[in-house]
């Protein structure tokens, strides 16, 4: 269900019933005559649908992470925050771009309307841009030809599981952030679906080399073994974009997740 329609057509019931109850129904009633109660609901919940329309749709948006793809940054069951306008101020339900303000940057954690099924939101990094040449082959991230920089530091322990992976520390763009590399799972990319612009893409036994389209964003998740994302279905068009994660704000299990992961 798309949420963002929902409460649009909630915002648009509730106001018309405010402006039809206090430009028309409240002028022809009696003094001591009470208004109908679906009047008299409808018109009280418009102040706050409203509130909370524009908080959704322009400034800041809640999501919550519900898979493993961006451990160690983001665990299953953290509540997020995403910034809906640093990316530019996009018009709701539709998703159209009204006013550029900033484009996405390698590094970023951006969430976003899965290509394939725009219904859902996915949430990756950013690691290529358009026009990048993005190579991931025998689990080494390289843009433009240059290597990512890439250094172990200790490892991971998956308390659902009870057990370890290697966790290395990555730099794109001006921040650090930590990865999760399993050095025994096969290099080469097992799931591929056919995408827009698959040609940009070519796949090998060591891994994808991929160019990134105009207008198009290559995303990858933290937990790169354990991650769907561009390697497999293809890049990010602009048009999809939600926003940029940047706080998380609750974790029922842990409180000292409840912060900023940058």
């Known amino acids: 269900m798309n949420f963002a329609l929902i409460l649009f057509l909630l915002l648009v019931i509730t106001a018309v019933l405010w402006a039809a109850d206090r430009f028309y129904a409240r002028k022809r009633r009696a003094p001591d005559e009470p208004a109908p109660w679906w009047v008299e609901y409808g018109a009280s919940f418009f102040p706050v649908i409203l509130i909370v329309f524009v908080l959704r749709s322009f400034l800041v948006e809640p999501f919550k992470i519900p898979s493993g793809s961006m451990i160690p940054t983001l665990l299953v069951g953290d509540f997020i925050l995403?910034?809906?306008?640093?990316?530019?101020?996009?018009?709701?339900?539709?998703?159209?771009?009204?006013?550029?303000?900033?484009?996405?940057?390698?590094?970023?954690?951006?969430?976003?309307?899965?290509?394939?099924?725009?219904?859902?939101?996915?949430i990756k990094r950013v690691v290529g841009l358009p026009g990048d040449r993005v190579e991931y082959l025998n689990k080494r991230l390289s843009i433009n030809g240059e290597a990512v920089a890439l250094r172990a530091e200790g490892e991971f322990l998956h308390t659902d599981r009870l057990y370890y992976?290697?966790?290395?520390?990555?730099?794109?763009?001006?921040?650090?952030?930590?990865v999760l590399i399993e050095d025994d799972a096969p290099p080469y990319v097992s799931q591929v679906v056919d995408f827009p612009f698959r040609e940009n893409?070519?796949?090998?036994?060591?891994?994808?080399?991929?160019?990134?389209?105009?207008?198009?964003?290559?995303?990858m998740g933290d937990n790169r073994d354990g991650s769907y994302d561009s390697r497999s279905w293809g890049f990010v068009p602009d048009e999809n974009i939600v926003g940029r994660a940047f706080f998380i704000w609750f974790n029922f299990n842990d409180m000292k997740r409840i912060g900023s992961f940058h």
């Open 82 to 122: 995403v910034n809906k306008w640093t990316y530019g101020i996009r018009l709701p339900v539709i998703n159209q771009k009204i006013i550029p303000v900033g484009d996405p940057q390698r590094g970023d954690v951006m969430v976003f309307r899965f290509p394939s099924d725009p219904s859902v939101d996915y």
């Open 165 to 178: 992976s290697p966790r290395y520390v990555e730099q794109l763009g001006k921040q650090e952030h930590a």
């Open 201 to 219: 893409c070519t796949y090998t036994s060591a891994g994808v080399r991929c160019v990134v389209p105009q207008d198009h964003y290559f995303v």
